[in-house]
């Protein structure tokens, strides 16, 4: 896992404040922290920049005309990141009622007029260093989510993923009463392709298999995974039985057409896939494991009966 580590690019600044003069300033004692400075004079305008720039932090006005700093912060909250990045609102108001308003609004921190320069850069660097870190966390995070999901070898999704969707879409296509179909693909004679080749051999050939799937389930949410150590499932929702079986075809042919030489294998010179089709529209109140049952049986048939075949369990 990568190092968290600060941005190696100049943060950019946001400055929004009606008064002119109260933006030069700002604008100064931020460059001369080595900061990019944008400027705004009131809410709309800020909301615009915000939306084309996407700084690392806004500094925001309470009082401005057109859309004060409360409404514009609002605003914000509402855009993508928006919620994200840290707002600092920078007022003469310093009321309770208006300190509370602003953190209500989504401000993360709050400062005075006349400001306290010194005070006021440490805030600026705090925030931006704390939101840094924070966004590289969740980075970090969704990585460990992603790993966590994923066959190491094949970067397909795991058996794990595919159980956990499998039952979403079961749940989701019963809802929609709309048809679910599932392949499971085994390939042919693969541990006598391990013992004649050997396991790096074994491991590049899982890969191409892998790749060859992946392009075969081409729509968004289809799921391929690696089921079993030479097994693969396909979860193809929103798909009848016919098209079902046209993917399995396809994907025979498609593996076939690798030929990745396998002279021990009984049915072909070449790297050979089973595959059994099974498919359904999911009622809630039904076990999802049927499906996967009806899938097994029909891959079992196709090696009863020679291999290298696809073969349907209505």
Not at 15 to 33: C, G
Not at 41 to 63: F, N, R, W
Not at 116 to 145: D, G, M, Y
Not at 219 to 246: C, H, K, M, W
């Amino acid at each position: 896992m990568k190092t968290l580590s600060l941005p190696q690019q100049p943060p950019v600044i946001l400055v929004v404040d009606d008064d002119k003069t109260m933006r030069r300033l700002l604008r100064r004692a931020m460059e001369q922290e080595g900061y990019q400075v944008v400027e705004a004079s009131d809410g709309e305008e800020c909301v615009t920049a915000y939306k084309s720039i996407q700084p690392h932090i806004v500094l925001l006005d309470a009082m401005m005309p057109v859309m004060d700093g409360f409404a514009c912060a609002r605003a914000l909250q509402a855009l993508p990141g928006g919620d994200r990045t840290p707002l600092l609102m920078i007022t003469g108001l310093d009321d309770p009622q208006s300190v509370d308003r602003a953190f209500e609004v989504g401000a993360t921190d709050y400062v005075t007029k006349p400001i306290h320069w010194p005070v006021l850069r440490q805030r600026v660097r705090r925030l931006i260093e704390t939101a840094s870190l924070f966004k590289q966390l969740e980075a970090a995070n969704l990585e460990l989510q992603r790993l966590a999901s994923s066959d190491g070898l094949t970067l397909l999704a795991n058996r794990r993923r595919f159980e956990e969707y499998f039952q979403q879409q079961w749940l989701q296509m019963a809802q929609e009463q709309l048809p679910l179909s599932l392949i499971l693909g085994d390939i042919d004679f693969f541990k006598l392709y391990n013992d004649t080749y050997g396991h790096q051999a074994g491991d590049e050939c899982l890969k191409a298999v892998a790749a060859v799937l992946t392009l075969a389930a081409k729509q968004q949410p289809d799921l391929v995974a690696r089921y079993g150590g030479e097994e693969f499932a396909i979860l193809l929702p929103n798909t009848n039985a016919e098209s079902a079986l046209q993917v399995a075809e396809e994907i025979r042919l498609e593996i076939a057409a690798l030929k990745i030489v396998h002279e021990p294998s009984t049915v072909s010179q070449y790297i050979t896939m089973s595959l059994g089709v099974a498919s359904t529209i999911p009622e809630s109140n039904l076990n999802p494991a049927a499906l996967i049952s009806l899938a097994d049986k029909a891959l079992y048939q196709a090696k009863n009966e020679g291999r290298d075949r696809v073969s349907f369990d209505p």
